[in-house]
């Protein structure tokens, strides 16, 4: 067996800046090694795109969280129903039933219908920006698009999107302290809390909004709805916002490629595909349990051990991507994982393409000239542990 990975693998500023360098290094010597993430658990890393394509479909590797996620159990707490009673945490037939729940809000045609308010909210937010000549792309644009599109599916108010960016970002940050335990334990009670008044208050007043919908299916129950809307929340913005910050960033550092998008807007859909592949916004998927001993690429896994599945390394593979490393908004053959594949293929994959073209192809249309305010070396990564992958900050002048 190849040697144990150490914990700090994942963790440290320099892999989260380019963690496929390091990915690359990994793939010669195998397609799957033992980890120590989380520190102490048996836990292995998939990092080939054919063996991590069918991983995220093997139904001997469970999602099921409260019968094998004892780990997470212990540092989340009771209160922290993000890591239970939803979609993402469940195999069949629960997750088929919550799926489907919540899955003809986000088919492609109720997604499309979106398109005139996602594009009002893209130029209202650029008409913010524009005679500045420069602004902060995260917090003045890649942010806010997408938390507004999902409050307002939701039915949340305005005044409550900053308070959960705050929440949702420590969600989805592993916390290995005592410290960062209770910052998180706060989060997951006061986001519980703000939704059971909302579900409170949309089954005295109905509205039109999703919240309003949920709260009124017979197929869920409490725990489950709680659980559901939180993850709709935070999987509803935390992805797109890396996906838009992420796909523009590319385009600066290959001006090849971002001339080429201005003079052919119609490539938007293979480019928002390779944004996608390219530097994707999830950097690993949400872990799998060996629900029975399985041998993956010649590994022996045992059963109850945590199975990690780099997307971005398999977006990176040559044996099934030519010149992985180099950015081509006309690459056809896009075969990127970005979204899963399988059961838990992503749900709001729909929108999040929407809102990724909607995006770039008006900033490049509306903001001429764009380029970075800053150094290359100056720009600093969310620590890649956290899953999902995207900037802290990106200054931009136009």
Known sequence: MPEKLPFEFLFTPEFSR??????????????VHPIDFPPGMNAFLV???????????DPRLSKDISAFGAYFRQ??????????????????????????????????????????????ITDELIDAMEMNGKAELI?????????????????VPAEAREQFREWSGLLVTPAFDQEGTARRRGAARNINAYFADLIAERRAQPRDDLVT????????????????LTLLLIAGHETTVNLIGNGVLALLRNPDQLALLRGEPELLPSAVEEF????GPVERSTPRFAAEDVEL?????????????????????????????????????????????????????PLARLEGRIAVGTLLARLPGLELDCADEELTWRLTGSVVRGLTRLPVRF
């Open 18 to 31: 380019d963690p496929y360098a390091s990915y690359d290094k990994l793939r010669e010597s195998g397609p």
């Open 47 to 57: 990092v080939d795109h054919e063996l991590g394509r069918a991983a995220l479909n």
């Open 75 to 120: 540092f989340a707490g009771d209160d922290d129903i993000l890591f239970q009673s939803n979609m993402l945490q469940v195999d069949p037939p629960d997750h088929t039933r919550l799926r489907r729940v919540v899955a003809k809000d986000f088919t492609p045609r109720r997604v499309e219908a979106l398109r005139p308010r996602v594009q009002e």
């Open 139 to 155: 917090d003045e644009f890649a942010f806010p698009l997408p938390i507004i599109v999902i409050c307002e599916l939701l039915g």
């Open 213 to 228: 919908a949920l709260a009124g299916s017979d197929e869920l129950d409490e725990r489950e709805l709680l659980s559901t």
């Open 276 to 279: 996608l592949r390219f530097d």
């Open 297 to 349: 690429g010649g590994l022996a896994i045992p059963r109850g051990a945590m199975v990690h599945i780099s997307l971005g390394a398999a977006a990176h593979d040559p044996a099934v991507t030519s010149l992985p490393h180099e950015l081509d908004i006309t690459r056809q053959d896009n075969r990127h994982l970005a979204f899963g594949h399988g059961v838990h293929f992503c749900l709001g994959a």
